[in-house]
């Protein structure tokens, strides 16, 4: 059963306004959610996280809203770029598994000029 | 940007050979992991290492061994390769062992296995 899932396999907007990237999990035992991009023959690099205590991270364009009663996350870029166009992945993690993280299958993001 | 590198970073090889992976670090971060990639799935966990000497499995590790002798090498090993095993394969390293600290990734070998 997975544990992490993201349902958009992908989402195209217009640049300057709002992506909205959505990722729903099903273990409450889970600590911490993270966000990760990627660019086609590269790695996955960090993008933001948030703890399961709080319901709100910001950081610049990103946002990441944690609803728990609903086991569901959300990462908004505002506004979206053309460099924004890439593979998002949701991943989530808890305190006491040696910093393991389950990934969801990833969200292509493309950003129209 | 954290210092990991995958080598080789291509590799293509036949059904039953062995194949061996190499995952190398500058960081001296305590964890490191072995992902596999493929079309449609997110990043699936096939081992982790949490010290020297120190690894377990992940999610998709039938099929796979890994060892770490030293804290900046981790070597991925694919005994008996078959074409389902053909993967774009990623290391990542972490600091800590908890949930919130990111991991950093290379930059991925893709092999084939014909």
């Known amino acids: 059963d997975q544990q992490v899932k993201q349902n958009s396999p992908s989402l195209s907007v217009q640049e300057g306004r709002i992506s909205i990237l959505n990722c729903d999990y099903t273990n409450s035992m889970f600590d911490y959610f993270l966000w990760y991009k990627k660019y086609p023959a590269e790695g996955p690099t960090f993008l933001i996280s948030i703890s399961s205590i709080k319901d709100k991270n910001e950081d610049g364009r990103f946002t990441v809203f944690l609803n728990k009663s609903a086991k569901h996350l959300s990462l908004h870029i505002v506004p979206s770029q053309p460099g924004d166009s890439a593979v998002y992945f949701c991943?989530?993690?808890?305190?006491?598994?040696?910093?393991?993280?389950?990934f969801g299958d990833g969200t292509t993001l493309t950003v129209k000029p | 940007d954290a210092g990991i590198t995958q080598s080789p970073r291509h590799k293509v090889t036949e059904t039953g050979t062995p194949v061996t992976l190499r995952c190398h670090q500058t960081?001296?971060?305590?964890?490191m992991y072995w992902y596999r990639q493929d079309p449609g799935h997110g990043l699936r966990l096939i081992h982790y290492s949490y010290g020297v000497k120190d690894t377990d499995k992940g999610e998709v590790s039938d099929g796979y061994s890994v060892s770490r002798s030293k804290t900046e090498d981790f070597l991925l090993t694919l005994e008996s390769a078959t074409s389902s095993q053909t993967s774009v394969y990623f290391c990542a390293i972490s600091e800590g062992g908890i949930g919130n600290q990111p991991q950093h990734f290379g930059d991925g070998t893709r092999l084939s296995i014909l």
């Open positions: 960081e001296n971060h305590r964890y």
């Open positions: 991943a989530a993690g808890g305190n006491t598994n040696a910093g393991k993280s389950t």
